[in-house]
């Protein structure tokens, strides 16, 4: 018996055309009837189906169709890869960053075409050199180290070496490194990436060397000399270090303008370079007219030594202020401190340089001094410095503020004028006396200064606060060694006559003492300014010489009688007897009396009755800032608690 095929197809679960396939290829060979249809051995399918014969193909050719489809999905993956590595390649061949790698010795085996840019060479040009074939300036130490940290950590990032060019071109580029090893941790060489980070750093640099550097004369700053000093000493090594102070500079900077006065100070600055050259040190600009000098190493001897060339050079030194004028015979003052014994840390020495400095000054300028530490005066120089710091930054910063205290008319006691007085504005917002700093910016010839910010201030206040009307008048103190100073009368005078506040609301005040101590330029100076119109008052009357005589050729206006006398008028029968009588002779020469410090209704009545015109002091009101004690005054009476 036979099977049919369909039969067999069944049995085999084979499907029909494949058994005719076999039958055709001899797979599986077919008996054939007389008809032509095929037939199969009854035994050999019955066997072939026991033995799962049928099953097996199927897996076969599911296992075909895995491959099959594996195969398909490999090569859309290699197809992809192919995309991707192009594209990959297309990015690295374009890439700004220059993308490289090397062998294990670190020689170039591959390079982007960035690698132009930062060597001047083509990629094949450089394969088989390598990085440190370029290196430049002092680049070789960081790179070693560069490279020490790469094999010990297998990756570094922004590292920044400094390479030429084949053209001799300076780039400074960054790199980020990997290493690369093989299966058994050898290395087989470094792969990364580089840019060329020249402007950037060039723009650092820049802004550091600004950091450190005066931009006028480009000599390193006081922050630069700090570092410098501090590291030195960190070196427990000695050293010198000097601070010079051109005299009289602010009579250049004031008589010939700003730019002059820079030029004088660039030209000094190089002055003081030379002198330096041949001394092992280096000059640094502290700002103003203020230089220094570090010596390194050096002790007394080599300091005085330096100091007294640095002065010879700045007297020898001439400058072209204008077309027609040339300054010479400059002279500078010079501070010596040695460290570590005039301190042992910077602020320390630099107070104690600094002081050296000012006694220098003192002295007469033109000279040099070590710091002394037992020098007598040394605590009050400390103080001295101390102050002429405070004012000048004061100056400097813009903390001149003006205070104010009415000039009341006794017989309506109403609040006519006002006294200007100044104060300093600390950090802490308080406010710091005159009687601490006046005497002390006299000797440093700070007052000078400050006298003109006074009056620029209230010049600023008065055309601000015009509506009070013309016939309020402000009192200014000056002081003696402002108005000694014929550089400081004109910038006074020129300040007045630009100004369209009327002058003759101004009242200036000086003391008796000093207008004594120098008549004649006391006088000279009343006369400039009454042509244009100020008032005088002549101040502290009865503190100083009272002297009846000298009242007639001082041609002043008021006089003000010292405080010391009305605060004891009711209790001191001599101070009665001494304001009665300046009262007489002052009606006499036709002035106006002012009693200062009128404390108590006792010594208000007693004025009264004596015919004083005016008086000041706490029982009225206690100076005030200016605006607020003008504000008061215009908007009503000042009533005194008189008995
Ligand atoms: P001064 O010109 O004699 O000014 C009067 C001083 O007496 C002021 O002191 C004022 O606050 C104080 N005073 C007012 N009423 C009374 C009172 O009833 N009793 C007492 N015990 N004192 C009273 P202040 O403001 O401390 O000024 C002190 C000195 O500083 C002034 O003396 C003046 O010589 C000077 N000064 C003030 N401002 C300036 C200025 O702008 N330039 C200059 N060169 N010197 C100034
Ligand atoms: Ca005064
Ligand atoms: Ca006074």
Not at 554 to 581: C, H, P, Q
Request: net charge neutral; aromatic share 8%.
């Amino acid at each position: 018996m036979e099977y049919s095929i369909q039969e067999a197809s069944e049995l085999l679960s084979i499907p029909i055309q494949k058994l005719r396939r076999w039958d055709e290829q001899g797979v599986l060979v077919a008996l054939r009837t007389s008809g032509g249809h095929r037939r199969y051995s009854r035994e050999l399918i019955d066997r072939l189906a026991a033995s799962g014969f049928g099953a097996t193909a199927d897996k076969t050719s599911q296992e075909l169709a895995t491959v099959k489809r594996a195969l398909a999905e490999k090569r859309r993956i290699i197809q992809l890869l192919l995309e991707s590595e192009n594209r990959y390649r297309d990015l690295v061949e374009t890439s700004h960053d220059l993308i490289w790698a090397t062998d294990a010795e670190g020689r170039f085996t591959y390079l982007n075409t960035a690698a132009y840019d930062i060597f001047g060479l083509a990629p094949k040009d450089l394969i088989g050199r390598c990085f440190f074939n370029f290196e430049a300036g002092a680049a070789h130490v960081g790179n070693r180290r560069f490279l020490a940290t790469l094999r010990r950590k297998g990756e570094v990032k922004n590292y920044v070496t400094h390479v030429l060019t084949t053209d001799g071109e300076n780039r400074w580029i960054g790199i980020n490194a990997r290493l690369t090893n093989d299966d058994l941790g050898e290395p087989l060489g470094i792969r990364g990436t580089a840019r060329d980070i020249t402007e950037q750093h060039v723009a650092t640099q820049r802004i550091e060397h600004l950091a450190l550097h005066d931009p006028l004369t480009d000599l390193p700053n006081r922050h630069s000399l700090q570092i410098g000093i501090e590291a030195a000493m960190q070196d427990s090594s000695v050293g010198a270090l000097l601070f010079i102070d051109i005299d009289h500079f602010k009579y250049v900077n004031d008589n010939f303008g700003h730019r002059a006065g820079d030029q004088l100070i660039i030209g000094v600055g190089s002055v003081l370079r030379e002198v330096v050259r041949g001394c092992g040190g280096e000059v640094y600009r502290l700002g103003g007219d203020e230089f220094a000098i570090h010596l390194p190493e050096a002790l007394r001897k080599q300091a005085n030594h330096a100091a007294e060339l640095a002065l010879d050079a700045v007297r020898h030194y001439r400058f072209q202020a204008s077309e027609q004028r040339v300054v010479s015979n400059l002279s500078a003052s010079i501070g010596i401190a040695l460290y570590p014994f005039h301190g042992s840390d910077v602020p320390s020495l630099f107070s104690n340089v600094d002081i050296a400095m000012y006694q220098a000054k003192e002295l007469g300028r033109n000279r040099h001094m070590v710091f002394d530490q037992a020098s007598d005066n040394l605590r009050s120089t400390h103080k001295r410095v101390h102050w002429a710091k405070r004012i000048r930054d004061a100056l400097d910063d813009d903390r001149i503020t003006l205070f104010a205290q009415p000039v009341v008319r006794l017989k309506d006691q109403k609040a006519m004028h006002h006294e200007v007085l100044v104060r300093l504005r600390d950090d802490q917002g308080g406010f710091i006396l005159p009687s601490t700093f006046i005497e002390i910016a006299e000797s440093l010839s700070l007052v000078q200064e400050l006298d003109l910010q006074v009056v620029e201030k209230l010049l600023a206040f008065m055309r601000e606060h015009n509506q009070v009307g013309k016939k309020l008048r402000y009192f200014v103190n000056l002081s003696r060694v402002s108005i000694a100073d014929p550089h400081w009368v004109k910038r006074l005078m020129s300040l007045l006559t630009a100004t369209q506040v009327d002058p003759t609301q101004l009242v200036f005040e000086i003391t008796e003492t000093a207008a004594m101590s120098e008549i004649d330029v006391t006088l000279s100076f009343i006369n400039r300014l009454k042509d244009i119109g100020c008032r005088f008052a002549l101040d502290d009357f009865g503190a100083g010489f009272s002297s009846f005589y000298y009242l007639k050729r001082f041609e002043v206006d008021y006089l003000k009688i010292d405080g010391s006398f009305i605060r004891d008028l009711a209790t001191d029968e001599g101070s009665r007897l001494f304001v009665r009588a300046l009262n007489d002779v002052a009606r006499g020469l036709s002035k106006q009396v002012v009693a200062e410090w009128v404390e108590s209704p006792e010594a208000l009545k007693l004025l009264v009755e004596m015919g004083a015109q005016y008086g000041q002091g706490y029982i009225f009101r206690k100076p005030m800032p200016i605006a607020d004690t003008v504000r008061a005054a215009t908007n009503r009476l000042l009533r005194a608690k008189a008995g």
